[in-house]
């Protein structure tokens, strides 16, 4: 425990005091009456307003799609299910700004809807509410779904049997089974949306501001760092209370029900009900998920002399004058970077998990709500205290490009918790007992008794690290080295800049992130078993 525990300190609550500190310290003591000021104007009481009103409506709006989708995966089977259900899950993994992008070039100027409809909503309310019920709609379909798969039908059927109709069995038995699961990812849509960036800040214009974003706003172009201190504490507070709830609702589920083999409960779709709810959930993901990257797709191709190659042949190029380095040489920085990130979520996240299953307590709980803090914290805050806090020995980072691959790794490692937590569980505790007895070491009772167990989760674990590392966007814009940017970093660089060139190349290296992600994903639902993570 003693190596993560560090590494948590150091990079995560280390750079994320600093800031707190550089913001309410000053002139030889702390300013607490800033706190009473920043919550007292007005425009940031609109700014909290508009963060929690848009984040309960996604999560709303997501669970009103993705359930119907979540049933469907779970207990129909039809061709292409698996094909289908890691398809959904791409726009999970992809970074928020190429989620932005795709939604900008589906419902913004001259975008698909503009062209057919001459219907805008780009920098209106609804792109953002849509762009996160495209976003979050496999946290629903996993979570909700993975349970849903392992209910005993037999439980439902029973209840039919004594004489309940088909309402009144799913209502009595199923949905009390299923309610903590779906509280549950409910609170994780809410904490996705209420720290929502890349997002608010491609489709919200200057009319909608999160949070998140103006933490960003405050600490990167107004420079007003108390007013950022404030907002991070507020963000903070809000993280650890959700968090809490969540790992509330998890206990809860994780002691109250029989789970049996997703296999045995899955059906071809029988009558004209599960019919059409089969054919309506296929059209939903069609409309809400394949149009968009669809659409993305498409413009990275519409150059202004036809349909071509121009935007992708330009990104080996320094013409456009946005970056040093030409915006394909992104593509091998992202690579590199995420493969380091991962290592060392595999490395922290690992241990974490290892620790977590050898001890029990209140302690031991605290210690997993703590790793998960990274995931609702600001990245903004994560990034901009990175640069002024790692810039003395002994962790003197400021030049270094280890930075980006430390912050990447603070968002993969609790991935990596969570997959691996289950199936370190489920190892027999008598094989590591008998192999000690029989003389073996520590070391060797895990390479030659564990290892094996768990290799496949190690490789679903490390395939989530990969991917949340190549999206990652919010710390990685602050620190990225004007000579290195990330595949994020160019893509939000050149939707910020003019021309039709800047956004045909965006929309290409757009393309480019969308396909590594989803190989990626192909790979991992190849990989994946049953109970093989919590995700």
């Known amino acids: 425990m003693a190596l993560p525990l560090l590494f948590f300190a150091a990079f995560f609550g280390y750079p994320v005091a600093a800031i707190v500190t550089r913001g309410l310290h000053q002139g030889g003591g702390w300013q607490f009456g800033r706190i009473g000021d920043v919550l007292g104007d007005a425009g940031i009481r609109h700014v909290l307003w508009f963060t929690c009103w848009q984040a309960a409506a996604s999560t709303a709006l997501t669970l009103l799609a993705a359930l119907p989708g979540a049933y469907v995966f779970a207990r129909l089977d039809f061709p292409g299910r698996r094909l289908l259900r890691a ?109 929502s960036f890349g997002v608010i800040q491609i489709l919200g214009g200057p009319t909608y501001s999160t949070l998140e974003v103006e933490i960003y706003r405050q600490t990167a172009e107004i420079f007003d760092l108390p007013t950022a201190a404030v907002l991070t504490l507020l963000q903070l507070a809000a993280v650890v209370a959700i968090l809490a709830v969540h790992a509330w609702t998890v206990r809860r589920r994780e002691s109250a029900l029989r789970l049996v083999d997703p296999a045995l409960t899955a059906h071809r779709p029988r009558g004209a009900a599960e019919r059409t709810l089969l054919g309506a959930v296929l059209a939903v993901i069609a409309l809400l998920i394949l149009l968009p990257l669809g659409v993305l797709v498409v413009r990275s191709f519409d150059t202004p002399g036809g349909y071509g190659l121009a935007f992708y042949r330009a990104l080996g190029s320094t013409d456009g004058g946005t970056f040093s380095v030409a915006p394909w040489e992104t593509v091998g920085n992202s690579l590199r970077f995420a493969a380091v990130a991962t290592v060392i979520a595999l490395t922290v996240g690992g241990l974490a998990a290892a620790a977590l299953v050898r001890r029990a307590g209140r302690l031991v709980r605290g210690f997993d709500a703590l790793l998960m803090l990274p995931l609702g914290t600001s990245a903004v805050t994560i990034g901009f205290g990175f640069l002024i806090a790692l810039d ?112 045909g190349q965006a929309m290409a290296l757009s393309t480019v992130l969308m396909l590594v992600c989803a190989a990626s994903l192909l790979v991992l639902e190849s990989l994946r078993t049953t109970g093989s993570g919590e995700l």
């Open 87 to 195: 398809i959904v899950t791409v726009p999970f993994v992809l970074p928020t700004v190429v989620a932005g992008s795709a939604f900008l070039a589906l419902l913004g100027r001259d975008g698909f809807t503009d062209s057919l409809f001459g219907v805008r909503l780009d920098t209106s309310v609804w792109a953002i509410l849509i762009a996160h019920v495209f976003f979050n709609y496999a946290v629903v379909v996993r979570t909700v779904g993975g349970l849903w798969a392992q209910l005993d039908p037999a439980q439902e059927e029973a209840a039919r049997m004594l004489g309940a109709g088909r309402l009144a069995a799913w209502r009595r038995v199923t949905l009390p089974a299923l309610g903590p699961s779906v509280a549950a990812a409910a609170l994780m849509v809410f904490l996705f949306t209420f720290t």
């Open 392 to 503: 003395k020995p002994p962790l003197d980072l400021r030049d270094s490009w280890l930075l980006v691959p430390l912050a990447q790794a603070l968002v993969g490692a609790p991935f990596v918790m969570r997959v691996m937590l289950p199936v370190l569980r489920a190892v027999d505790e008598r094989l590591r007992e008998a192999a000690a007895v029989l003389g073996a070491s520590p070391w060797r009772v895990w390479r030659e008794v564990e290892l094996p167990l768990v290799s496949r989760a190690v490789a679903i674990a490390a395939g989530f690290a990969f991917a949340v590392s190549l999206g990652e966007f919010g710390a990685t814009v602050f620190i990225a080295r004007p000579d290195d940017p990330t595949l994020p970093v160019a893509v939000a660089r050149l939707l910020g800049r003019a021309g039709a060139l800047n956004y």
